[in-house]
Structure formats: C-alpha cells, structure tokens
C-alpha cells in the first residue's frame, strides 16, 4: 500500500511537470524541433565510438531494443545476442554480481566507457555492474566493438570495447512509470521524468530505481538502489550536459560457488558456503555493501568551418566494504598479541574497505573540412582526442567484533594507491570515390601508478611503475555494390598488469605489460529482407598474463606471461525478414584459442614443494569453441498508432570451456543450450501515451547449466581432503582439484509493467 501511494505521488509530479514544460514551450508534447539536430542530436561526442562504414567490427543495441528486452537483469544479459558473448552470475538469476566474456576475455580486459569516460575499476581494471543498478534504463544506446577496437580512454581493450550512451536528450516532455517482480522474489520499481525542452533550450530529467531479489543460490539476496539525474543547455553553436549518477549495492556474498561434490545432487544445487563459518545459522551479514556515485560534465562546442570541440570532466567517489565471519583465526595473523597464552586463535567479524576517489578530465576536437577534394567523395575527418585522470585508492580491514583480546573497530591493515594515467590519440578518415574508405588511429598512453608493495629485499614499502604505450591502428573498406562492404582492419594494444600482479609480487618477478596484435577482416551486406556480416579475427598475444600456480618470491600465486597465445575465429551474423510480421536474428562464433607452450606449477602437499607440467598447444581457459544464438520473433498484431503485439522465442548454446589453460576434462564446463520466451505488448494512447507490458520467462526448458568456475589443483599422498572439504575431488592417482561452480538458474518468470506519459 505504502508504494502505491508513492507512485500515485510520482505520477502526479510527473502530470504537474508536464504542463509546465508544456506551457514554458507554448508547444504540445511531439512538436518541440531539437536546435541544430543533425549537429546537436548526441549531445556528447563519442570519440571512442565507430561509426556504420567503420571497418571495426562491432553491434549496436538501440533504445527501443533495450525497452523491448530489459526488465531488470543486468547489462551482460541485455547483450546476450552479442556474437562471442557468455554472461554469467554469482547468484545465478542475472541481478547482483554479474559479468560477461567476449572471445574468451573477461571483464578486466574488456573496456567500458559511459558517454566516452572510463568505468573500469582503474586499479583491478574490472567491470562491476552491480554498482550502477538500473543502467540500462538511463541508455539510449550501447555499441560493443569486438576485437582491441578503436583507440578509448582507461585501460585497454583485449576483447571488446562496450560504449554506453546516456547523453541523448528527448525534446518532449515525459514521465515513465516501471514496476516489475518476478520468480526468487525480485522486484523493480523505478520512476523516469523529464522536462523536455523548455524554452527550447534547457531541459532536467531524472530516475529513480530500486531493485531487489533473493536470489536464485540460497542467501545470494540483492538490494540495489540507484539514482539518475541530467541537466542539459542546447543552442545552435554549444551544448552543456551535467549527469549525477549513483548507486548503493548491498548484496549477500556468493563467489566462492558450488562445491564440486554438490553439483549433481539436485538439493544441494543452490548451496552458499558464504556465512557458515558462524556456529548454528549462517552469518546474516555475509554481504558486499558498496557506493558509488559518478559526476560527469559535457561540453560541446561548434565552430565554424566544420570544427567541433567537446571538453568532459568526471569524478566518481567510491566507498564500502566486505563483511565476513571468519572462525579461528590466528591472533598473530591479524598482527595482534593473543589476551593470554592459552588462546590463539579467536572467531570475528571482520570488513575489509576500499574508499577511492576517480577524476579527470578527457577532449576530443574534430574537424571536416567543407572542402571536396577531388580524389574523395566526402570532406575528411580529423579527429584528436585524449584524456588526463587520477586514481587514488585507500585499502584497509577492520575487525568489528571477536571472541576476546580485540577492540571494535581494531585496524590490522591499510595501504595506499595512486595511478596516473595520460593519453592522446588522433584518427583520420578519408572516403575515396569507388567506394573506397580508410581510417588511420594512433595513440599515446602513459601509466604511472604508485602502490604499496615488495622491494627486492622483500620489505613492503612504496612502489612505482611507470609504462610507456604505443597503440597504432589501421583499416580499409571497400564498399562495391550498394548494399555490400568489405573490410580489413589491424591493431595493436597493450594493457598494464593490474593491482594484485604488482602488490604481490616484487620487481624481480613483477609481470610485464600485455601486448595484443588483431586483424579482423569481413563481409557485410544488407537487402529489403535480408543483412548479415561475416567477421574473421586473429588475435596474437604476446606476455598475456595467467594463472599458472607458481609461487612468486614473495610467496603468492601470480600471473605469469606466456611468450605466444592466439585467438582465431570466425563470426556470423544474420536477420531475415521471412514475412512482414516474422523475423529471425542470430549469431555463430567458431574460434580456436590456445597457448602455444607455457608450464603449470603444482603444489605438491607431500614435501611443500611444486611440480612442473610442460603444455603445448592447449585452451585457453572460459574460452568455448563455438557460441551461437538465434531469435524468432512475431508480431501479429501491429497498428503503431493503437497497439502492438510482440511474441519472441531465443535460444542460446555456448561449448565446453575449461577453468584453467590445461585442457583438462576433470575441470571443464559442460556445453549448455538454453531458451528464453517473451511476450511484449504495447497499448497506445488508453492510459497515457504508452502502456508496455513485458512477461519473461528464462530459461524456459529447466536447463541444468554452469556458466561459470574455479579450480585449484595439487597432489597430495598422503592426505585425502575430500571428507572434510566438499569443494576437493579425486582426477586420477595422487592428484585433486578444488573446484568451485556457478550454477544458473532453471525455469524463472518476470513480469513489467512500464506507463508512459
């Protein structure tokens, strides 16, 4: 009842803003004309984006996509469809901890950008979504380049670039009223208002959401809140935009995954060893509690003789911490002097905190000369970009409560972090008469990054980095009929080593910079019923990083660099219109990813040692072979001026993929197929402008399936850990592995109800 009457309250705020902005306007909402359109259409460039005629491959998912499909899962799900994409997460329903893959690379090696500014974690360079809830509904559009893409701000792109575009501002007024819930107790409620164009020149909206679920694993619960608000000037020359955007996460703990030795047992699927440490009933605040809050400002500005500059500033402050119970643990591991020599060790409850602060600033200036030269077709486009940014990162624990001996709030670590990151780029396009087109890219980039950490006489003090990148890029297309285009591209990119490969390590054994060269060549074509694009990639490594087991001098397993590494496949995509209300989308991926000679490092817990294994030619781990997806959608009934119809049937298959880059059965994840069913429904102009339901049902065959994992393995004769610990399993002989699953969840609904004024 209480939300009832907060809706009804929104709603008539919405109702009130409307016929203000109406009367400010003197105009009907549909009629207020954006100034310069063409020009001013995206309030914000996006340098690091690709346009159509690009030779970088790459998918764009527009706004009226995203309506049609989101509800409340988060944005790797959303981009299901994107070829060589696996999504997964930690609490097995799609909202919480989630990621994504894209040929075989993870979250830290894929770069995101919101309206061109990074949103890595700058110093763990992964993606986590979880902090922005509700992202997808503040998006007008996301454009995923596969591949090291075109040159972008943050750390590099080593398998996809994701570009997601908040800027776009609607010249009416609206207000948009979203409540879901759905199967493991979710829910969503949200409220979007804006204000339209008032004066023709100013415009203010903003959004509201909360989500919530149980989970699909047991406890993996979710409370997610987040905020949007936008405040936009438009004239014909320059434009303005100021973004607010936050989040605040509180979710139960749920990656250390299923224990081998419960996976095929059907009551034990959903089990979560998170808070059982705790005598009796697990801990109740097992939880991740995180905030995160994003300040960004746009400037564009139009000159004249077809020059354009665009000047963004941002700042993001971070802040929260991990709660964990953890039983008998060692005084002296936590550097403190037990209450009396008859207790060592003591159960607590200890918060480990991250409280960081991102800023920067990043430009673009573009040029198109009005000239025609007489060799092109069109004016040519200089583009010159960089950007400037800090990270300073505070890193401390915190033990709140333990048996005796401990004051509350006791600090038994802290450390320091700052990176400074400096780059410029410039690119130009030329579009030759014939149909031919090239585009030069060509960055610098500069790291320094300052962290607690080994010196060589192992003493932990200050540490320094300092690299030094050079990221040249090159494409050619040939556009040699109307509707067809052939393409050729190569690039060059280099990534840092992230925080733990410096802070674990000391710089005899510190790992060396990623360096990756990419060729993609395709086909694409388009016709009345039919497009489609056929992509080759050939991805060569050098100095990739990965987990070999070994023991670094310091004495933490690291990342190693292995000499040569390779990614090669092949990518198709395709739509057909069968009928003028049946239409069929997919997508295949067959690739062959492998590590051409590299050696494992495994503990030996007989003598305390490691043994050393010689691979050649394995898989690379999370790295499927073949990935394919296919969308059958009808609409039978369509009148857009009254109301419309949607019925959609997906199913998606993803190979095997093995947890580690030894090509071992014993730690592989089965292939999976799994099918997804839809229903949208749109009503026009009975309640408000727009009445849009959607009703999901995922998975929609009960699919069994893992999408995600770990795996630790050892040999061992003389002890067998598999009575006391559910996560060890026998492989052959004297030989184990710990593995840890990530369970999907089976057949699940969601039903949204969004009212559009």
């Not at 941002?314 to 008859?342: C, I, N, V």
């Not at 010159?384 to 004051?407: C, D, K, P, T, V």
């Not at 780059?423 to 790291?447: M, P, S, Y």
């Not at 990148?469 to 840092?496: C, D, T, V």
Request: charged share 20%; with cysteine.
């Amino acid at each position: 009842m209480f939300q009832r009457i907060v809706y009804c309250r929104r709603l008539l705020w919405g109702m009130a803003l409307l016929c203000v902005a109406s009367t400010a306007n003197g105009q009907t909402p549909g009629t207020t004309p954006l100034p310069d359109s063409i020009q001013l259409r995206t309030v914000v460039i996006q340098a690091t984006r690709t346009g159509d005629k690009s030779p970088v491959p790459h998918t764009n998912l527009g706004a009226d996509q995203i309506a049609r499909t989101y509800q409340a899962q988060d944005i790797p799900y959303l981009l299901s469809g994107i070829p060589s994409l696996v999504e997964s997460s930690d609490a097995g329903a799609g909202i919480g901890y989630t990621g994504m893959r894209i040929r075989g690379s993870d979250a830290t090696r894929i770069n995101v950008t919101l309206n061109g500014i990074p949103l890595n974690d700058a110093e763990s360079q992964g993606m986590f979504w979880v902090d922005l809830p509700d992202l997808a509904a503040s998006t007008a559009e996301i454009q995923v380049q596969r591949g090291v893409g075109t040159s972008t701000n943050g750390a590099g792109a080593f398998g996809a670039t994701v570009n997601l575009d908040l800027s776009r501002v609607s010249p009416d007024p609206f207000a948009v009223l979203s409540s879901g819930v759905g199967s493991f107790g979710t829910q969503k409620h949200s409220a979007y208002l804006g204000t339209g164009l008032l004066c023709g020149k100013l415009a203010f909206s903003g959004r509201l959401s909360q989500i919530q679920s149980n989970g699909y694993v047991d406890r993996a619960s979710a409370h997610l809140r987040s905020y949007h608000l936008t405040s936009t000037y438009i004239d014909d020359k320059q434009s303005f935009q100021a973004h607010l955007l936050a989040g605040q996460e509180r979710t139960y703990q749920a990656w250390n995954g299923l224990p081998v030795q419960f996976a095929g047992i059907d009551s034990l699927r959903t089990y979560n060893i998170s808070g059982t440490e705790k005598p009796g009933a697990p801990y109740a605040d097992e939880v991740d509690n995180y905030t995160q809050r994003h300040y960004l400002a746009h400037y564009k500005r139009l000159f004249a003789a077809g020059l354009s500059l665009q000047a963004n500033g941002h700042y993001t402050r971070g802040f929260g911490y991990y709660e964990q119970y953890k039983a008998g643990q060692s005084y002296a591991q936590y550097q403190l002097l037990p209450p009396d020599s008859l207790t060592p060790e003591t159960d607590l409850i200890r918060q480990r905190w991250l409280d960081n602060h991102f800023y920067g600033l990043t430009y673009a200036l573009r040029w198109a000369p009005p000239i025609n030269p007489p060799l092109l077709s069109a004016a040519p486009v200089f583009l010159l970009g960089g950007a400037l940014s800090r990270y300073e990162g505070r890193h401390f624990g915190e033990i709140i409560w333990a048996n005796a001996g401990i004051e509350k709030g006791q600090q038994y670590y802290e450390n320091e972090a700052d990176k400074r990151d400096v780059n410029v780029f410039g690119k130009i396009e030329l579009r030759f008469r014939g149909g031919w087109a090239t585009l030069l890219d060509v960055q610098f980039r500069q790291v320094q990054y300052t962290f607690l950490g080994f010196n060589t006489a192992l003493e932990n003090v200050q540490q320094r980095a300092s690299l030094h990148f050079f990221n040249p890029k090159a494409g050619l297309s040939w556009q040699f009929r109307p509707n067809w285009m052939a393409y050729a591209f190569y690039g060059i990119g280099h990534r840092e080593p992230n925080r733990d490969d410096y802070t674990q390590s000391s710089p005899n054994s510190r790992p060396k910079p990623e360096q990756l060269q990419d060729l993609e060549a395709g086909l694409r074509w388009e016709s009345e019923r039919f497009s489609g694009a056929l992509n080759f990639f050939s991805m060569h490594y050098k100095d990739q990083l990965v987990l070999d087991g070994r023991l670094n001098d310091v004495g933490a397993y690291i990342r190693s660099n292995v000499p040569r590494s390779n990614r090669t496949g092949l990518e198709l995509e395709a739509q057909w219109l069968l009928f003028p209300s049946l239409r069929c989308t997919g997508s295949v991926a067959f690739s062959r990813n492998t590590i051409k000679q590299w050696v494992e490092y495994r503990d030996n817990w007989d003598n305390g040692g490691q043994d050393t294994i010689q691979y050649k030619n394995t898989d690379l781990a999370f790295s499927p072979s073949v990935i394919g997806r296919a969308d059958l959608t009808w609409d039978p009934v369509q009148m857009p001026e009254k109301h419309r119809l949607s019925l959609s049937l997906s199913g998606k298959y993803v190979g095997k993929q093995f947890l580690d880059n030894t090509s071992n059965t014993f730690t592989a994840l089965p292939a999976y197929f799994f099918s997804d069913f839809r229903i949208n429904y749109t009503l026009r102009n009975w309640i408000g402008e727009e009445l849009r339901i959607i009703f999901a049902v995922n998975n929609l065959a009960n699919a069994r399936y893992v999408s995600n994992g770990w795996t630790y393995r050892y040999r061992s004769a003389g002890y067998d850990d598999r009575p006391t610990n559910p996560y060890t399993q026998l492989e052959q002989g004297t030989v184990y592995s710990q593995v840890g699953y990530f369970p999907q969840a089976g057949r699940n609904v969601m039903t949204t109800l969004s009212l559009q004024f």
